[in-house]
């Protein structure tokens, strides 16, 4: 088999907004309440025009350029995704004809918050099983647009987005994995979208103790899976459901607070996006060096959760074409 590493990273964000002084005053509640149950600032809305397709279309640009790879060489196009533009075709098709990367599959899964680590396993499979050399991942999702502006359960927490990376063959043993991702599906009507409704309804605090529960334990296994202890973990990029979550988790570890990486307070719980939003940001501010260890961790509706290894960077020495665009936060 050969080896699977993340060579380019890029993400895109809308450029409307949604305050909490704004959301206060839809819901009637207290500015200052949203950010303590939170951690969230201010989240992004897509506007007209703007879809799962459209972000993931521009973050992919960003990871394509970043990685030096021309869309025409790619082998698959993956999109993680809850919120398709359409019930079929898959967003991944729109992605790749938008791309013009005429010589590659396409297909979305949906597991939900966990979307892009569930993309990012089955990526680096492909090209370790020698059936792709490049492989597109992409996190996305406008989960505004199925969510109840009414209710302060869901509608102070998601923002829209989009993260993407390029994973590529190296001569080398793989930089991704190894992956230990789960479900159970008994707990499906604590977070879920009834068909009936066609909006997001949630028992917060099952899902609370669910996701920090589960995200921790599948963080100790994964880490024992590899060889690893907590120490050799330079950063972990959990997906960014809410500020108390991560505290939490990063708490139950044992990691210091500065090795567990966000950006929910600007964006939101963007869904299968938040993870590769976070992995873009990190490596554009110099938050991530080449051959860090880096743990990512997901929960989300099914449920399903799990969590992974990335060494960063290629190992390999490499000219770029320049950072991913949209960076802007």
Same mark, same amino acid.
């Given at each position: 088999m050969t080896g699977a590493a993340i060579t380019g990273s890029g993400m895109a964000l809308p450029p409307s907004e949604l305050s909490n002084a704004d959301l206060a005053v839809r819901l009637g509640v207290d500015e200052d309440s949203i950010f303590t149950r939170t951690g969230i600032r201010t989240r992004r809305i897509a506007g007209d025009g703007e879809t799962t397709a459209s972000l993931g279309t521009e973050a992919a640009h960003g990871a394509l350029k970043a990685s030096g790879v021309p869309a025409e060489d790619l082998d698959m196009v993956i999109v993680a995704t809850s919120t398709p533009d359409?019930?079929?075709? =898959?967003?991944? =098709? @729109?992605?790749?004809? *938008?791309? #013009?990367?005429?010589?590659?599959? %396409? /297909?979305?899964? #949906?597991?939900?918050? =966990?979307? /892009?680590?569930?993309? @990012?396993?089955?990526g680096s499979a492909l090209v370790e099983a020698g059936m792709a050399e490049r492989v597109l991942v992409i996190g996305a999702d406008t989960l505004t647009r199925v969510t109840d502006a009414t209710d302060p359960k869901t509608s102070i927490i998601f923002g829209d987005g989009a993260g993407a990376v390029v994973i590529e063959k190296v001569d080398e043993p793989t930089r991704l994995g190894p992956f230990k991702l789960f479900s159970d599906g008994s707990l499906a009507p604590l977070l879920y979208i009834p068909p009936e409704e066609g909006?997001? &309804?949630? *028992?917060? &605090?099952?899902?609370?103790?669910? %996701?920090?529960?589960?995200?921790?334990? %599948?963080?100790c296994d994964i880490i024992e899976a590899a060889g690893f202890t907590i120490e050799d973990v330079d950063a972990l990029v959990a997906h960014q459901a809410n500020a108390r979550i991560l505290e939490a988790v990063g708490t139950r570890l044992g990691l210091k607070e500065e090795r567990v990486l966000s950006n929910i307070e600007r964006v939101g719980n963007t869904s299968a996006a938040s993870i590769p939003i976070e992995l873009a940001l990190a490596s554009e501010s110099g938050l991530l060096a080449d051959d860090d260890v880096v743990i990512v961790t997901a929960f989300g509706a099914g449920f399903a959760w799990g969590a992974g290894v990335v060494r960063w960077g290629s190992g390999q020495p490499r000219a770029r074409a320049g950072a991913g665009e949209g960076m802007d936060v």
């Open positions: 359409y019930q079929m075709p =898959s967003a991944a =098709s @729109l992605v790749q004809t *938008r791309l #013009n990367a005429a010589g590659a599959g %396409a /297909f979305d899964i #949906n597991a939900a918050c =966990s979307g /892009f680590l569930y993309a @990012l396993a089955q909006v997001m &309804r949630m *028992r917060g &605090r099952e899902v609370y103790r669910h %996701a920090v529960e589960g995200m921790a334990q %599948a963080v």
